[in-house]
């Protein structure tokens, strides 16, 4: 029996997730963690029979406290506690934002398995991250659909062979628009993505193309490939999920319907592959996929990611918290659309990058970027 704690347990991964633990007689869920949603953790938490619980929300965990018998932790730092003394054999971090980070860092600390769909923490700490694995020993298997194709087809991969990595992007509601044609995207526009269903930051992120920059530094990350080594594509199908070019010729392909489900299971059984209720893709109706490059000049987030990639340090996590305020605002109607680029872009300027040292280092950037863009929106009300 493999325990498994969610955190993030209310969110698009988060259920997913519990949908796959509830469905195997080998996973149990130990310990979930949320936001504020406290009314939805506890459902699910006597649903799965969960005696440990967190909220982030010290108002959301005293409502929890009135109607759940079991333990309520509060807090980030409860958050953290629940991961160190929790026993997990695998922490599932579907948390969004680099709030995620210690989360990350604890369930390394704490010797467990981590599937990773907090794929932000990676962005802002990847260092950091990655020497915690190291030190662990332990498993890190990415729950983002693409890095999961990804690492499904470098397994086995000789040393030397691999030349390349393709990651795939739908190009999100947006796709073949112009710059201008978007000045007045409603937030209604921007969530109407066409192939995925995910929470509201990463479908903002999706119809940026700032997801798909935060995923080339995720893959950069986790599976050492240089940057200019990592292209984007875009296939509007979300049927082919990643790539991987070999010395030789061969590409090799992920392929199936774009359901999270079966990403998270790989994760939560890893080396298994257990059944989920999602088909291989039936071949017998005509299949059309298309690829096309990507536009840099309208969706400029893209193009922002990579170079604070390439320039390192801070910069990953100044424009990752950049882009968490900047979506924000933009979900609370106080931006429009363009905007987000433009404050990230403006963050990265004036947040000088400086080699990562620490996490405490990383987490004082991430409250300068969050700042130049709060003091940019309210100047601009
Ligand atoms: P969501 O908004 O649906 O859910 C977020 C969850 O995190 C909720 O349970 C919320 O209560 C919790 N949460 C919010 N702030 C928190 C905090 N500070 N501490 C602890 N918990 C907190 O988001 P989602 O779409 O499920 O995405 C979660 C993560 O997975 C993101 O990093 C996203 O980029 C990544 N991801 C999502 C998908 C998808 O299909 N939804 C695909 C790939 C990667
Ligand atoms: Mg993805």
Partial sequence: MRS????????????????????????????????????????????????????????????ARAAFPGEVLEGPDGVERLVAEGGADVVLNAIVGSAGLRATLAALAAGADLALANKESLVAGGELVMEAVRRSGRAMLPVDSEHSALAQCLAGAPEGAVTGLVITASGGPFRGRTAGSLADATVADALAHPTWSMGAKITIDSATLMNKGLEVIEAHHLFGVAYEDIDVVVHPQSIVHGMVRYRDGALLAHVGHPDMRVPISWALTFPERAATPVPTLGLTAPLRLEFEPPDLATFRCLALARAAGREGGTAPSVLNAANEAAVASFLDGEIGFLDIAALVERALDEVAAEPLASLEQLEEADARARAVVRDAVRTAA
């Fill in 4 to 63: 498994v704690a969610v955190l993030g347990a209310t969110g698009s991964i988060g259920t997913q997730a519990l949908e796959i633990v509830g469905a195997h007689p080998g996973l149990r869920a130990c310990a979930l963690a949320a936001g504020s949603d406290h009314a939805g953790l506890v459902a699910a938490a006597r649903a799965h029979g969960v005696e440990r619980i967190a909220l982030v929300d010290p108002q959301a965990a005293a409502a």
